[in-house]
């Protein structure tokens, strides 16, 4: 059993950077594929970002692409999302999430292991 510890969330004003950690408690994480994922009141749990568990290949849903960077250190059992020129509809919660087997990286189901989450507000 993985657990993950996402961290890094803030108040930020629109034109913002912030970057999130996701810390897992394992070095098996290392061997699975990484994600983002967020959810904002009143709406579905979306994709954000993943990245394969070489590290080599990332995905970006649309919407972010170009503002936002994933990436993992395999060394610290660690992911990260940079998140820069925020905008106010980016507001949500970002959970990190780790794959054992893989699939359609951009589904949820693809997923076994969440974290709690952290808060991301962009005041406009």
């Known amino acids: 059993q993985v657990q993950l510890v996402e961290s890094g969330g803030g108040l930020v004003q629109a034109g913002g950077s912030l970057r999130l950690s996701c810390s897992a408690s394992?070095?098996?994480?290392?061997?699975?594929?990484a994600a983002w994922f967020r959810q904002a009141p009143g709406k579905e749990r979306e994709f954000v970002a993943a990245?394969?568990?070489?590290?080599?290949?990332?995905y970006y849903a649309p919407s972010v692409k170009g503002r936002f960077t994933i990436s993992r250190d395999k060394s610290k059992n660690e992911a990260y999302l940079q998140l820069s020129s925020l905008k106010s509809e980016d507001t949500a919660r970002y959970f990190c999430a780790a794959a054992v087997v893989g699939g359609d990286l951009r589904t949820a189901n693809a997923y076994d292991y969440w974290g709690q989450g952290t808060q991301v507000t962009v005041s406009s």
């Open positions: 990245i394969t568990r070489s590290g080599l290949s990332t």
């Open positions: 394992q070095r098996t994480f290392s061997n699975y594929d």
